[in-house]
């Protein structure tokens, strides 16, 4: 592909990949230059991106800066569910296309968080950790705890990752309700949940499991006032979006026994600072923002990409346009 008689311009700016072949392959398959960069700060991401059709970005910030610096009409896409780092608004005002790959990594984060929320709901983490301290003791480490018949597991936000965790957990005999104001009373009657408000879901829910984005309606919901809602052994995770949580708050909450456990895959700032209060909270498990991983689906988001990567330089727009 040409543009203005140039040879179009494909630029990734930041990855955590040990090769771009396929996005590489894909820009010469359409006889489109190729550059791959490690870029940290804006500054970096809008002199990389100056001119390019097509701009692959991961974690570095795609401001509005970067926006002016591609070329007009360009297609932007992120690897990854979210894109939190780009500037959508101006990307659109400017006529640009965003794509971003929500699909890659559905049951990793799935299994994750069912993995998590069973290892919470069976005390694992205690119980471990009371052998490892010569006890021998079941019931004053589990106690209390229900059977899963007996157990309801809500759910904020349900989605595509939040029904494919249901998919899994269903075997277990959970009661299942759900806040989501985008879930329909028929669509919950398929899933087999109750839907139910946000006030409902704290006061009931044993297990809160967090799928919602990162609104202005979800940013910080679980602070003190709500997680002062919830009963005092109820459990908490969160492998959507950092931002859901006021972490001073949930470290408080588990401190002070406002509820009894939580586990975290994502951080308001990442890595996780070496202040953070959550790092010494009890009764909490957390996870590197790992819960996308496996090999295989490093190995998807990067030929998903690459397929992108074609369907721009073809005129095409992105296979999942950011909402």
Not at 129 to 144: D, I, N, Y
């Amino acid at each position: 592909m040409t543009t203005g008689g140039v040879s179009a311009r494909v630029v990734v700016t930041d990855t955590i990949f040990p090769n771009l072949a396929q996005e590489e392959a894909a820009a010469h398959a359409a006889s489109a230059g190729f550059e791959g960069f490690q870029c940290k700060t804006a500054e970096d991401v809008a002199a990389a991106v100056n001119g390019a059709d097509v701009a692959v970005v991961q974690f570095a910030p795609f401001t509005a800066d970067a926006v002016r610096a591609v070329k007009p009409g360009a297609t932007v896409i992120r690897y990854g569910v979210g894109y939190d780092n780009i500037d959508v608004m101006a990307a659109r005002e400017a006529g640009l296309k965003v794509g971003y790959v929500p699909d890659y990594c559905t049951d990793e984060v799935a299994d994750h968080t069912a993995a998590l929320a069973l290892s919470l709901l069976r005390k694992l983490p205690a119980l471990d950790a009371s052998v490892r301290a010569g006890e021998w003791a079941a019931v004053k480490h589990s106690k209390p705890l229900k059977p899963f018949s007996e157990t309801t597991f809500g759910f904020f936000g349900i989605g595509q990752i939040g029904s494919a965790v249901l998919a899994r957990l269903k075997g277990f005999g959970f009661r299942f309700i759900a806040a989501d104001p985008g879930l329909s009373e028929d669509d919950a009657r398929v899933y087999g949940i109750t839907l139910v408000d946000s006030d409902t879901l704290l006061a009931t829910a044993d297990i809160i499991t967090c799928h919602a984005p990162a609104t202005a309606a979800t940013i910080g919901f679980f602070n003190a006032q709500t997680l002062a809602k919830m009963q005092s052994h109820a459990l908490l995770v969160n492998t959507a979006r950092g931002q859901l949580i006021n972490e001073t708050d949930l470290a408080e909450a588990l401190r002070s026994g406002t509820i009894a456990g939580a586990a975290l895959d994502v951080f308001a700032a990442e890595p996780l600072p070496e202040t953070s209060p959550l790092r010494d909270a009890p009764g909490l498990i957390l996870t590197p923002h790992s819960a996308w991983y496996s090999e295989a689906a490093i190995d998807r988001l990067q030929g998903l990409v690459a397929q992108d990567i074609t369907l721009a330089l073809k005129g095409e727009g992105p296979r999942k346009p950011v909402p």
